[in-house]
């Protein structure tokens, strides 16, 4: 048959994209799909089976990453890899990283009803733990299986319940014999919702990305001392929240007071003990800078610590401070970049080389193997909650754009 008439299936893309938005299904429309979660355990377990009715290799690594592997002519090729993560933020949108999950299975859905062979084998993987919302940080097992991350830190890492990674992983029955370890590849496309305002508001359809900004994590703590709030006069108090809320401003500040060109956010707060009439003695929040320039992102992070010590000690209030994760800007494959707007030309899609503000596994496989995107436009720029949506026209674009960007490298020898 003629490749460059193929087409994926939309209805079936659509069918499957529902299907999952079944398991976790939150009233507001969206996801509540928590990694190593009982309802992560249920998607995992539709995913492998789609896996194995396409007669796909499914293996499973101790990380709990889910391979599937369909054969091409010469198995001792290394594989193109397409895929992204199943698990969702709390109260998350319906696309966010499960739309780069299905979208490869449809492709090879597609493949396999035609009866096409490619000369590489092409490998579909659904990574644990990308969104870090449970366990932090974000991207953890494909930062492990990329040899940047230890896999027993990995497994150390606890939830706000005190919970361990590792125990959830076995709990769900997850937890692979295989190591986590990389291994040849020919190249890596994620396709993704961009999550962003710009592919909509320009009418474009397809985004290929140059990269990914950088982003750090840190975790902040501080002592305060509790007391009833009647008799304490104001004089005197050593308040944490008080001081959480002079820094939390100061984050908020931060891109101005260095120019622009990055973006800092506070997301999570916990505060102790949280009663409304007693001082609070502790309080853990967080910090998340983000730039295309490394040394700005650092920069701008030098400037917030001596603040926030400045803060902390006119509060009397002692600071911790935890660097939990850093990654440093990612520019994709040029190569690859070019192939996603050329295909999209071809296929009579409009493109537009961009930026990625949002991190993805693609961080990590952009240090081992030549990497690239795939962005369709989110409506409204929304995602990370339950009103996150895309057109089905739009997914349908992608996964066409997804299909024959992975043909292509499939047949490279």
Same mark, same amino acid.
């Given at each position: 048959?003629?490749?460059?008439?193929?087409?994926?299936?939309?209805?079936?893309?659509?069918?499957?994209?529902?299907?999952?938005?079944?398991?976790?299904?939150?009233?507001?429309?969206?996801?509540?799909?928590?990694?190593? %979660?009982?309802?992560?355990?249920?998607?995992?377990?539709?995913?492998?089976?789609?896996?194995?009715?396409?007669?796909?290799?499914?293996?499973?690594?101790?990380?709990?990453?889910?391979?599937?592997?369909?054969?091409?002519?010469?198995?001792?090729?290394?594989?193109?890899?397409?895929?992204?993560?199943?698990?969702?933020?709390?109260?998350?949108?319906?696309?966010?990283?499960?739309?780069?999950?299905?979208?490869?299975?449809?492709?090879?859905?597609?493949?396999?009803?035609?009866?096409?062979?490619?000369?590489?084998?092409?490998?579909?993987?659904?990574?644990?733990?990308?969104?870090?919302?449970?366990?932090?940080?974000?991207?953890?097992?494909?930062?492990?299986?990329? !040899?940047?991350?230890?896999?027993?830190?990995?497994?150390?890492?606890?939830?706000?319940?005190?919970?361990?990674?590792?125990?959830?992983?076995?709990?769900?029955?997850?937890? !692979?014999?295989?190591?986590?370890?990389?291994?040849?590849?020919?190249?890596?496309?994620?396709?993704?919702?961009?999550?962003?305002?710009?592919?909509?508001?320009?009418?474009?359809?397809?985004?290929?990305?140059?990269?990914?900004?950088?982003?750090?994590?840190?975790?902040?703590?501080?002592?305060?001392?509790?007391?009833? +709030?009647?008799?304490?006069?104001?004089?005197?108090?050593?308040?944490?929240?008080?001081?959480?809320?002079?820094?939390?401003?100061?984050?908020?500040?931060?891109?101005?007071?260095?120019?622009?060109?990055?973006?800092?956010? +506070?997301?999570?707060?916990?505060?102790?003990?949280?009663?409304?009439?007693? =001082?609070?003695?502790?309080?853990?929040?967080? +910090?998340?800078?983000?730039?295309?320039?490394?040394?700005?992102?650092?920069?701008?992070?030098?400037?917030?610590?001596?603040?926030?010590?400045? =803060?902390? %000690?006119?509060? !009397?209030?002692?600071?911790? =401070?935890?660097?939990?994760?850093?990654?440093?800007?990612?520019?994709?494959?040029?190569?690859?970049?070019?192939?996603?707007?050329?295909?999209?030309?071809?296929?009579?899609? %409009? %493109?537009?080389?961009?930026?990625?503000?949002?991190?993805?596994?693609?961080?990590?496989?952009?240090?081992?193997?030549?990497?690239?995107?795939?962005? =369709?436009?989110?409506?409204?720029?929304?995602?990370?909650?339950?009103?996150?949506?895309?057109?089905?026209?739009?997914?349908?674009?992608?996964?066409?754009?997804?299909?024959?960007?992975?043909?292509?490298?499939?047949?490279?020898?």
């Amino acid at each position: 048959m003629d490749l460059k008439s193929l087409k994926i299936n939309r209805k079936r893309l659509q069918e499957s994209l529902d299907e999952m938005a079944k398991i976790g299904a939150t009233p507001g429309g969206g996801v509540q799909r928590l990694t190593l %979660s009982d309802e992560d355990k249920q998607a995992r377990d539709l995913f492998v089976k789609w896996l194995k009715e396409l007669g796909c290799e499914v293996t499973i690594d101790e990380m709990g990453n889910i391979f599937g592997k369909r054969a091409g002519r010469n198995n001792d090729l290394p594989p193109v890899l397409s895929g992204s993560h199943i698990d969702s933020q709390p109260k998350g949108g319906r696309f966010d990283g499960i739309l780069g999950v299905m979208g490869p299975l449809e492709v090879l859905r597609t493949l396999h009803e035609n009866n096409v062979e490619t000369e590489r084998p092409i490998t579909i993987v659904d990574w644990t733990n990308e969104e870090g919302s449970r366990f932090a940080p974000a991207m953890v097992s494909s930062g492990v299986w990329a !040899g940047v991350l230890d896999r027993d830190w990995a497994y150390s890492r606890t939830d706000i319940n005190g919970k361990r990674f590792g125990d959830e992983l076995e709990r769900i029955g997850y937890k !692979g014999k295989i190591p986590a370890k990389k291994r040849p590849l020919h190249c890596y496309y994620e396709y993704h919702i961009e999550q962003g305002p710009i592919l909509e508001k320009e009418g474009i359809t397809i985004g290929a990305p140059k990269g990914i900004l950088c982003l750090h994590w840190y975790d902040v703590y501080l002592e305060g001392e509790a007391n009833q +709030v009647g008799p304490t006069p104001m004089e005197g108090r050593h308040d944490a929240l008080c001081a959480a809320a002079e820094m939390i401003l100061k984050v908020n500040q931060l891109p101005d007071r260095m120019g622009g060109n990055m973006v800092a956010t +506070v997301g999570e707060i916990q505060n102790y003990p949280n009663s409304r009439n007693i =001082i609070p003695d502790k309080v853990h929040f967080t +910090v998340d800078i983000r730039s295309w320039d490394d040394d700005l992102a650092l920069k701008a992070w030098e400037l917030l610590r001596k603040d926030f010590e400045e =803060i902390a %000690s006119g509060r !009397g209030c002692p600071i911790k =401070i935890e660097e939990t994760w850093r990654v440093e800007h990612s520019p994709f494959d040029k190569t690859l970049v070019q192939r996603i707007l050329d295909t999209s030309s071809q296929l009579g899609y %409009s %493109s537009l080389r961009m930026v990625s503000g949002a991190g993805h596994d693609a961080s990590y496989m952009n240090q081992i193997t030549p990497t690239a995107m795939i962005f =369709i436009p989110s409506i409204g720029g929304r995602s990370h909650v339950e009103v996150e949506n895309s057109t089905w026209a739009d997914c349908e674009a992608g996964a066409n754009v997804l299909l024959h960007c992975i043909l292509k490298s499939a047949n490279e020898i």
